[in-house]
């Protein structure tokens, strides 16, 4: 294996950018796991941002900060259902105000309470000037027009001041967040309706293979086997942020591959086996005559050695094994912080490995990096006893990776390990 040393990458953190060149250049020969990262983080730059509606955003990372293009709230509100009264009246002595009127949320001004005066007010209704505080109705006891107060509360006035939470042409959420749902409150409250993000990824999906067909259509003949892996990949480029526009199961044939990614316009081709080495391996070989450039090819890892990735012009090709662990433990840790790369973020975001104690041994590790399918939970991540590469019934037990480096030594139950769940 050579290391390429302008790959390196710290905790999963590129130790700065690599340029494309140097990234289309450097990395053709096999490379360690974090070498293949930073080239990829290297040529996985967004396009030019658009703006979307906030609904639509979800998962996009902001192109532009927001600022608040108004108060909130607006204006002195009430925070709890009850009567807005003034202190000097509450605190020496008067039990007894008279109502002079209602205000509710949405009501215009709500005018202004004088002395031995109070107004009945709503959650989020103006509340009148004058009024220091408003005292929960749980504490007032009405009667025809008046209110009898008997024992008020000290303590929290129960009054929103206009701009409390946040003000006009404050900067809110900085450039760079990733849009969820939290932040998509936010955002609308600060009322935006439009956020400017880099545009989803579009995938075209090639699983390829003569033995693949459609699930529910193998059962009928010995010499076929379902399609594991395509409705998989898919579900991961939904979540990761990505819109899957075209998908196609093609037979071992370089030229049928070629043909089908000539036809969509997608920003990521995901080939799905026919990474490795046998007669009818044509991942690489069916783009060669459309220009690839190769970016690296055979990572130093287990599963996934074969995966590889380049660009056909400004497309990205991944190609990744098809033996289904391995192609799902690459699709995790390239195709997601692609996507994320692509979306504005980056791959620490992609990846975010975690430390969690090891709830069993796990044995040392030989001279590949590994990624291990393992069961995790509050108490810790329980490693698979079985790490076969092609094992498919195994993944519906796992939901997260544990990482260990090359030539790692033995771990012992309780010892912090490295894991990154399984699903992004
Ligand atoms: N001489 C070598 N042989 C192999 C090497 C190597 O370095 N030298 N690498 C091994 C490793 S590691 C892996 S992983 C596999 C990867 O193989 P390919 O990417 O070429 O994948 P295929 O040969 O097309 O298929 C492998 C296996 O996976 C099944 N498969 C493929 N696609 C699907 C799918 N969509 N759904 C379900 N199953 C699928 C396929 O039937 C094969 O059984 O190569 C090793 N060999
Ligand atoms: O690495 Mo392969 O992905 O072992 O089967």
Redesign the pocket.
């Given at each position: 294996m050579s290391r390429v040393p302008d790959c390196r990458m710290s905790r999963g953190r590129p130790m700065g950018k690599l340029s494309e060149m140097t990234a289309l250049t450097a990395c053709t020969a096999s490379i360690d796991f974090d070498s293949a990262l930073a080239v990829l983080s290297a040529l996985a730059n967004p396009r030019d941002p658009v703006a979307v509606s906030i609904s639509d955003a979800g998962g996009c990372h902001l192109a532009a900060p927001i600022l608040a293009l108004l108060d909130s709230p607006r204006h002195a509100c009430a925070a709890m259902d009850g009567y807005a009264v003034r202190d000097c009246d509450l605190f020496t002595g008067a039990a007894t105000f008279r109502s002079i009127g209602v205000s509710y949320a949405g009501s215009h001004d709500a005018g202004e309470i004088g002395p031995g005066e109070t107004m009945r007010v709503m959650t989020g209704a103006p509340v009148p000037r004058g009024a220091d505080r408003v005292v929960m109705i749980e504490y007032c006891r009405q009667s025809e027009g008046d209110v009898r107060i008997d024992n008020p509360p000290f303590g929290k006035p129960h009054i929103r001041r206009r701009g409390s939470d946040f003000a006009l042409g404050q900067l809110l959420i900085p450039e760079g967040t990733k849009v969820t749902p939290a932040v998509a409150v936010s955002a609308a409250a600060a009322d935006h309706h439009e956020l400017l993000v880099s545009p989803r990824p579009r995938i075209q999906l090639l699983?390829?293979?003569d033995?693949?067909v459609a699930p529910g259509a193998a059962a009928g003949s010995a010499f076929v086997?379902?399609?594991?892996?395509?409705a998989a990949i898919e579900l991961l480029c939904h979540s990761a942020g990505a819109t899957v526009i075209s998908k196609a199961r093609l037979p071992?044939d370089s030229d049928v591959i070629a043909r089908a990614m000539e036809f969509a316009s997608a920003d990521i081709i995901v080939v799905?086996?026919?990474?490795?080495?046998?007669d009818r391996?044509h991942?690489r070989a069916a783009f060669a005559p459309l220009g690839l450039k190769i970016a690296f090819a055979?990572v130093a890892m287990k599963?996934?050695?074969?995966v590889w990735y380049g660009k056909v012009g400004a497309r990205h090709v991944l190609?990744?094994?098809?033996?289904?662990t391995?192609?799902l433990t690459t699709a995790r840790l390239f195709l997601s912080p692609l996507i994320s790369c692509l979306l504005g973020g980056d791959v620490a975001g992609a990846l975010p490995w975690h430390l969690l104690p090891a709830l069993g041994p796990i044995e040392a590790n030989g001279p590949r990096e590994a990624f291990l399918c393992a069961a995790t939970s509050f108490r810790g991540v329980e490693v698979s006893d079985r790490q076969d590469?092609?094992g498919q019934a195994r993944l519906a037990q796992v939901n997260g990776l544990v990482r260990r480096p090359a030539n790692a030594p033995p771990i012992l139950p309780g010892m912090p390990v490295p894991t990154l769940p399984l699903c992004c």
């Amino acid at each position: 294996m050579s290391r390429v040393p302008d790959c390196r990458m710290s905790r999963g953190r590129p130790m700065g950018k690599l340029s494309e060149m140097t990234a289309l250049t450097a990395c053709t020969a096999s490379i360690d796991f974090d070498s293949a990262l930073a080239v990829l983080s290297a040529l996985a730059n967004p396009r030019d941002p658009v703006a979307v509606s906030i609904s639509d955003a979800g998962g996009c990372h902001l192109a532009a900060p927001i600022l608040a293009l108004l108060d909130s709230p607006r204006h002195a509100c009430a925070a709890m259902d009850g009567y807005a009264v003034r202190d000097c009246d509450l605190f020496t002595g008067a039990a007894t105000f008279r109502s002079i009127g209602v205000s509710y949320a949405g009501s215009h001004d709500a005018g202004e309470i004088g002395p031995g005066e109070t107004m009945r007010v709503m959650t989020g209704a103006p509340v009148p000037r004058g009024a220091d505080r408003v005292v929960m109705i749980e504490y007032c006891r009405q009667s025809e027009g008046d209110v009898r107060i008997d024992n008020p509360p000290f303590g929290k006035p129960h009054i929103r001041r206009r701009g409390s939470d946040f003000a006009l042409g404050q900067l809110l959420i900085p450039e760079g967040t990733k849009v969820t749902p939290a932040v998509a409150v936010s955002a609308a409250a600060a009322d935006h309706h439009e956020l400017l993000v880099s545009p989803r990824p579009r995938i075209q999906l090639l699983a390829t293979g003569d033995e693949i067909v459609a699930p529910g259509a193998a059962a009928g003949s010995a010499f076929v086997i379902p399609d594991s892996l395509s409705a998989a990949i898919e579900l991961l480029c939904h979540s990761a942020g990505a819109t899957v526009i075209s998908k196609a199961r093609l037979p071992d044939d370089s030229d049928v591959i070629a043909r089908a990614m000539e036809f969509a316009s997608a920003d990521i081709i995901v080939v799905l086996g026919g990474a490795s080495r046998g007669d009818r391996d044509h991942g690489r070989a069916a783009f060669a005559p459309l220009g690839l450039k190769i970016a690296f090819a055979d990572v130093a890892m287990k599963p996934g050695k074969p995966v590889w990735y380049g660009k056909v012009g400004a497309r990205h090709v991944l190609g990744l094994p098809g033996n289904p662990t391995a192609a799902l433990t690459t699709a995790r840790l390239f195709l997601s912080p692609l996507i994320s790369c692509l979306l504005g973020g980056d791959v620490a975001g992609a990846l975010p490995w975690h430390l969690l104690p090891a709830l069993g041994p796990i044995e040392a590790n030989g001279p590949r990096e590994a990624f291990l399918c393992a069961a995790t939970s509050f108490r810790g991540v329980e490693v698979s006893d079985r790490q076969d590469a092609s094992g498919q019934a195994r993944l519906a037990q796992v939901n997260g990776l544990v990482r260990r480096p090359a030539n790692a030594p033995p771990i012992l139950p309780g010892m912090p390990v490295p894991t990154l769940p399984l699903c992004c």
